[in-house]
Structure formats: C-alpha cells, structure tokens
C-alpha cells in the first residue's frame, strides 16, 4: 500500500501554543507534503492532550471546568496551526469519545494479554511531566526539565508489566536500526532499557479528570498511558486502517522514553504491529533565550505569522535547524534569510523570467531547445532532494534547491539573456529558465506551499504539485503566463 502516516506529539493544554510547538507541527506537514507529492495516500494527525493533574488544577487557577478549559486551550492550537498552513487531516483531542472508546480497548486486550495487576505505588512525581521518577533516576528528588521539587507519592495503583518486554525491545530496536532516530537518540534509549525496566504505574486514584479505569471505577488512567493511543484511535475505523503502522511518530527529546519505549511495548501486548520510525528532535530557543510563558505574546505562532507571514517562518525552521538537532528560532537570522534567499534568490528569479517572456514573448511559453546545463542540474537537484528528505535532512534539500534557484540566476546574468538578439537562441533560454522554476515550485511546495502555488499560477499552471512532472520538457509552448505581485517584498531590519 502506497500509504504515509505521521503523527506530532500532542500538546498538553495547560497554556497556549508556542514557536516550539510549531516547529515539529511544521516538519510534519513537510512530509505530509512531500509523500503527497510523491504520489501516497497520506493522513497527517495532530491534536491536543488534555487529561491529567496539571490541567484540573491549571483550569481551577482560571476558574474553569476542566472540559470548558481544554475547549478554550485547544481550539488556539487549532487556530495557530491553521495560520502556518498545516494541512491536518484530524486534529485529535484525547476527551474525543472515539478516543475513549480505543483506550478502553486497549486496557481489556492488554489485561488479557495478563500485562496488568494491582499494586501499591510509592515515588516521585512531576506534575509539569505529568510521570514518576524513581529515587535511582533522580537522586536530589528535582525535576530535570522542570526544576521543580517533586512530589512524593504513595497510593493504590494498577500497573503494565514493561519489565516483561526488555528483550522484545532491545531485539526490536536491533532489527530496525531506523526504529529510533536519530542515532545519538537511539543509543541513549537502548542503554536506558539495558539498565532494566520497571512495571509503570498506569492509574492514578487521587484525581478525577481522566478516563474511568474499566477495570476499577475509583482510578483513572494515567494521562501518558492514554495519550499515547491517541495514535491508534485516528486510524481505528475501516476505512483509516490501512494507515497503520504509522510511518513517522515525530517528538520531543523530553518525549523519547514514552514513544521509543512505552509505546512499542503497549502495541506488542495488544498485538498491534510496530510503527516503522519514532522520531526524536531537539529543543528551540528563541532569540537565544529558552522558551517560556515569561517571554510573552511573542513566542505565539498566530503572532510570528502575522508579522513574517505562514511561509518564511516554515522555510526559516527547516532551512535553519538541521533536523534532529537543538536551535534557535531568531527572528534577526530569520529577516536575513527572507531577504536574500526567499526575496533575492526566488522572489527575484521569478519576476525576472516572467517579466522577460513577457517583454519578449507576449507571455507566452517560447519553443524548447537543447537541454544544457541547467536541465542537468534541475534533474540532480530532484534526486537530491529526494534523498534528503528521505533522511529527515530539511536543510540538505533547502540547501540543494536554492544552489539550483542561484545557478538559475547566474545562467541570466552569465548569458547576458537580456542582452541576446537572436529570438530563437533567447527563447529556448527563457524556455530553460520557465522549466526551472515549474521544477522548483514543485521541489519547495513541501516546504513554502503558498508561494509555489503563487509561481504555479505565474506560469498559468494547474495548482497540483507531482513528483511524475518532474521531467524536464514538460512544460507546454504557447503557455500563457501571467505576471503576479512580488513573491516577498523585503523586510526592513
Ligand atoms: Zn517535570
């Protein structure tokens, strides 16, 4: 089945969307993209998580029922996900029913799979991680990530056996070298399980907001353990099937023990088959200073989109971070690259060739010559790219395909287009450099999709962007193209 799956993590609702949350939202909806463009079937989910200890109390704070809060919460993700142009297929909430109904699912065939039982829970919880450290992991009894003192813990509690699935991961993770990605993640993760692992508590029963345990009413479910088959529940209907396995899980580095770990070892209980690649990727900053609450509006994508616009920012992320990697998100590094690639190395390439078939050709497409240099590039420049998102490496292929857009350039100047008498010699140029930039609106639709449709209807082309036109000489004599506004106007420091 010619199909493509990628899931985000979904984001706890306790605050509003940020630029770090965005960043992983936006490398889906690449590769969303890009494997439409390739010619898959594809779904792309998202979604928010809304159970759990720190939403009931960060809903009591702002005086709210925890369901009017994660109404409230959600629907700004929503909203700033649709301001970067995120082509989702579902956005999930885990307070769905459906999602309910596939937890509870889960529960009863992992219970006959004998991997739960009762016991009594002692140790150290973290309520900003919404998990349980134990004593050997955290010594000063302080949250790596948070900080913050944790809270010391002991209640009745049901538990999933994951000490049972050990050798299952570590035989799985041996057989799929690309299980775990990237390479520095996955070692870190094969030695925690090599150290062993414990049962992990799945009930709490001092909180309410959650989903009922089915198998004793007085405990919900611990939130990780149901977030996690938020993955499951979008593709759990007979015409979604097909999707799984997922294809890509994409997360946080503070995210890799859930998703590389936990999860493959609840699916092998249940008898779900393993997703093919978790995904684990660094943290932004912003402006050099870590991202928190205390930096204000700044950091919300629906604000960043209104002042940069949907596609410089989607370009800035992936052109700037090599993927997997920690960054920074600045906006000063952010106008520079809008400048001098998006608005000198694009912007300016298309309005030079269209302005130059329409002085010298009535904006129709000229005859096509030989291929020359420029053909040939063009076609590296797809199996370059091709390759590079194959591997997760955004700014590989960015890199690839503006060298191309400046080869581009260079072929204007160099040949003095301007400047050529002759019509038949000047229209197989001009004929070269349309060709070019059909191909590269294609190459970059993954990336910045609003203005390669923007090129595409310069071109007077039909808005569809395939990976089987991406062969040089197709693009039809007689064409009329039609010059549109400026693809980016600069912006000013
Ligand atoms: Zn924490």
């Keep these: 089945m010619n199909k493509f799956y990628v899931t985000t993590a979904i984001d706890y609702v306790n605050a509003a969307p940020h630029i770090g949350h965005a960043y992983q939202k936006i490398v889906a909806d690449v590769l969303a993209r890009w494997n439409k463009v390739l010619g898959k079937k594809v779904f792309f989910l998202t979604g928010t998580d809304e159970h759990g200890k720190k939403i009931a109390e960060s809903a009591q704070k702002n005086n709210k029922t925890p369901k009017e809060f994660v109404d409230e919460i959600s629907q700004k993700f929503v909203t700033s996900w649709q301001a970067l142009n995120l082509d989702f297929d579902r956005f999930i909430r885990t307070t769905d029913e459906d999602h309910k109904k596939t937890v509870l699912e889960f529960v009863k065939k992992i219970e006959e799979s004998g991997d739960i039982y009762k016991g009594k829970y002692s140790g150290w919880y973290c309520v900003g991680c919404e998990r349980y450290y134990t004593e050997t992991e955290m010594p000063d009894k302080v949250c790596p990530f948070h900080k913050k003192p944790l809270e010391e813990v002991s209640e009745d509690a049901y538990f999933f056996r994951?000490?049972?699935?050990?050798?299952?991961?570590?035989?799985?993770?041996?057989?799929?070298?690309?299980?775990?990605?990237?390479?520095?993640?996955?070692?870190?993760?094969?030695?925690?399980?090599?150290?062993?692992?414990?049962?992990?508590?799945?009930?709490?029963?001092?909180?309410?907001?959650?989903?009922?345990?089915?198998?004793?009413?007085?405990?919900?479910?611990?939130?990780?353990?149901?977030?996690?088959?938020?993955?499951?529940?979008?593709?759990?209907?007979?015409?979604?099937?097909?999707?799984?396995?997922?294809?890509?899980?994409?997360?946080?580095?503070?995210?890799?023990?859930?998703?590389?770990?936990?999860?493959?070892?609840?699916?092998?209980?249940?008898?779900?088959?393993?997703?093919?690649?978790?995904?684990?990727?660094?943290?932004?900053?912003?402006?050099?200073?870590?991202?928190?609450?205390?930096?204000?509006?700044?950091?919300?994508?629906?604000?960043?989109?209104?002042?940069?616009?949907?596609?410089?920012?989607?370009?800035?992320?992936?052109?700037?971070?090599?993927?997997?990697?920690?960054?920074?998100?600045?906006?000063?590094?952010?106008?520079?690259?809008h400048n001098s690639e998006l608005a000198d190395t694009l912007g300016n390439l298309v309005n030079r060739v269209i302005v130059l078939t329409e002085k010298n050709f009535d904006g129709l497409v000229p005859q096509k010559g030989e291929d020359d240099n420029l053909s040939k590039l063009a076609l590296e420049t797809v199996e370059k790219t091709r390759k590079a998102l194959d591997n997760f490496q955004f700014n590989v292929a960015l890199n690839d395909i503006f060298y191309f857009l400046g080869e581009a350039n260079k072929y204007i100047n160099d040949n003095e287009i301007w400047a050529i008498k002759d019509k038949e010699k000047l229209g197989n140029m001009m004929y070269n450099l349309l060709e070019a930039i059909r191909f590269s609106s294609i190459l970059l639709y993954p990336f910045i999709p609003e203005t390669s449709e923007k090129i595409t209807e310069q071109l007077g082309l039909e808005k569809k962007f395939c990976f089987d036109d991406l062969k040089w000489g197709l693009l039809k004599t007689g064409t009329k193209t039609k010059r549109g506004k400026v693809l980016f106007q600069k912006i000013k420091c």
């Design 162 to 337: 994951l000490s049972k699935y050990q050798d299952f991961l570590l035989g799985l993770y041996e057989k799929n070298p690309e299980f775990i990605l990237p390479v520095e993640r996955k070692n870190e993760m094969v030695n925690r399980v090599k150290e062993g692992l414990q049962d992990l508590c799945i009930t709490r029963a001092s909180l309410d907001w959650g989903i009922p345990f089915p198998l004793d009413k007085s405990h919900v479910i611990y939130v990780w353990f149901d977030a996690l088959i938020n993955y499951y529940t979008a593709i759990n209907s007979d015409d979604k099937k097909i999707f799984w396995p997922a294809d890509v899980h994409l997360l946080g580095k503070d995210n890799g023990w859930f998703h590389a770990i936990i999860w493959p070892a609840m699916l092998k209980s249940v008898g779900i088959e393993m997703p093919k690649n978790v995904f684990i990727h660094g943290f932004l900053t912003f402006n050099g200073n870590k991202i928190s609450k205390s930096l204000g509006n700044v950091i919300s994508p629906l604000v960043l989109a209104d002042k940069y616009g949907a596609d410089p920012i989607r370009y800035y992320c992936l052109r700037q971070i090599p993927f997997g990697e920690d960054g920074d998100f600045s906006e000063e590094a952010l106008v520079n690259r």
